[in-house]
């Protein structure tokens, strides 16, 4: 099929990318002409794996990248929408997808062929069939079944979008009517072998945020019963998860072989979520849900329970080494998640801005995303920078561990001892173990352990 691509973002260009892979025809339109441009030249402007490789082989034969709106609508049969929204002021702003949405409908004001509308941007519950639909029906002049219009939400994870996008397991689109369905499920038809759900256009938008709140609130559940168990003390939260995750309900028994699906992954304490994803998606169906009259409590602590995770770890290198006025901290890892150069709502970053607040030295390592957080940190001094972890740990009176990094987990214990003032470690994701850690003669203690 023919199809082009609103935004070249990390959704819109895995997207445009995956579909040529697949064997559509793919024209992907940006306003930013640098980018365009980088795509047309066989450069991601995003890293993700393997992202760059797939656009080398689709360039050209499969798929080209403009700026100009007009032409890619009257050459393909379907616009997908991928464009940002951003969280600002307490709530989801649909500036981009409102301005997509109008492009668009001016396009097909004058096209005779039938067209159909995707919204693949994550967007609240009612924004498809109210927002959306009214801008395209204003700016065309037609009704819809003059023209299609789907939602069909991304589940793509940072880091593994393209094996996610390429193997799906599960594919909703949400319709108002049949045609759209029809016309826009060809997409996937024949190329993927996941479920196909049809629902209404809300509940398509509903999954995409209910499978997030899911996600965010095990994470908060961890460290909310961790918490608890830090106050009774000598229990491992990290032990006691390991036999509610063997539950029957939660692992699966098959021949005397235990299956852990992925999501039990969420169950293990730690020092909180961030990304460009859970933090803004709980907090925009708060505050839609609070709009609308209903407060959603559960929600509500899931956030408060992520935002607390700074001061639990602030409150337990205090236990170790005292005040932390001038003394040397390491900060292990900045990106939100190994796999990425991302800080976006990243805890590392919250808690160097907390440390420097306490008026700690700050010493940060990360193998990619140093970048990014010079420029977030850009009015925050008392901060070094190091691409090598080893030294980062010169001299420093406590160590903490923030993001799970295979180079950081693989780090020795010796390493530990030789390189610091004292060998305190702070285990933010809970990557070693606590037993090993202390015989090895680390004074060390992580989230649920203490
Ligand atoms: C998330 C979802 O996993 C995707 O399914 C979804 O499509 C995407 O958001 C989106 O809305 O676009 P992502 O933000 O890339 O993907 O990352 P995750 O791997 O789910 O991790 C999110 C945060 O939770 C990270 O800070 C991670 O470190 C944290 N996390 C994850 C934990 O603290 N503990 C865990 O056990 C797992």
């Known amino acids: 099929m023919n199809i082009s691509i609103i935004g070249t973002g990390y959704v819109g260009l895995v997207t445009g990318v995956c579909l040529a892979k697949k064997g559509h025809k793919v024209i992907c339109v940006d306003k930013i ?9 066989g450069i ?26 007009k032409y890619a609508v009257e050459n393909s049969e379907i616009s997908i929408i991928a464009v940002g929204t951003p969280f600002t002021e307490g709530k989801i702003d649909l500036e981009y997808v409102k301005e997509a949405a109008y492009d668009i409908g001016m396009v097909l004001k004058e096209k005779k062929d039938y067209h159909v509308v995707c919204v693949k941007s994550t967007v609240i519950p009612t924004t498809t069939d109210t927002i959306v639909l009214n801008i395209l029906e204003v700016a065309s002049g037609k009704k819809l079944g003059e ?9 793509l994870r940072e880091g593994n979008a393209v094996e996610d996008f390429m193997n799906p397991d599960r594919i909703i689109i949400g319709t108002i009517d049949d045609t759209s369905f029809d016309v826009f499920s060809k997409i996937y038809k024949d190329y993927f072998s996941a479920p196909i759900i049809r629902t209404n256009t809300r509940t398509a938008e509903m999954i995409k945020y209910a499978t997030n709140a899911l996600l965010a609130t095990l994470i908060s559940f961890s460290n909310e019963i961790a918490a608890v168990s830090e106050e009774i ?22 021949d005397g072989k235990l299956i852990k699906p992925d999501i039990v992954k969420y169950l293990k304490p730690g020092r909180g979520f961030g990304g460009s994803c859970f933090p803004k998606d709980v907090k925009s169906i708060i505050s839609f849900s609070e709009s ?25 290198l205090k236990e170790k080494i005292g005040e932390l006025n001038s003394k040397s901290i390491t900060v292990l890892g900045l990106s939100f998640k190994p796999g990425t150069d991302d800080i976006r709502e990243s805890q590392s970053i919250k808690l160097i801005k907390s440390l420097q607040e306490k008026g700690a030295l700050i010493k940060c390592y990360d193998p990619v995303a140093i970048e990014n957080a010079k420029k977030e ?15 980062a740990l010169v001299n420093a009176d406590a160590a903490v561990i923030m993001t799970d990094w295979d180079v950081i987990s693989s780090i020795g214990y010796d ?36």
């Open 415 to 450: 390493e530990f001892k030789k390189l610091m003032n004292n060998p305190v470690v702070i285990d933010g994701c809970r990557i070693f173990d606590k037993k090993e850690a202390q015989s090895n003669d680390i004074n060390y203690v992580g989230i649920g352990c203490r």
């Open 292 to 316: 609308l009259g209903y407060v959603p409590r559960i929600l509500k602590s899931v956030i408060e329970v992520n935002d607390f995770q700074t001061e639990r770890l602030l409150n337990l």
């Open 147 to 155: 023209f299609g219009l789907v939602m069909n939400p991304e589940f």
């Open 33 to 41: 002409q640098s980018v365009v441009d980088s795509i047309n030249n």
């Open 233 to 254: 003390g000598d229990i491992d939260a990290v032990e006691f998860l390991e036999g509610v995750h063997m539950d029957r309900r939660l692992s699966v028994n098959i």
């Open 44 to 69: 991601t402007p995003i890293y993700e794996k393997n992202l760059n490789e797939f656009l080398i082989d689709v360039l050209g034969d499969k798929l080209e990248a403009t700026t100009d709106i």
């Open 377 to 391: 940190l850009k009015d925050y001094s008392n901060i070094e920078y190091f691409d090598i972890y080893k030294d």
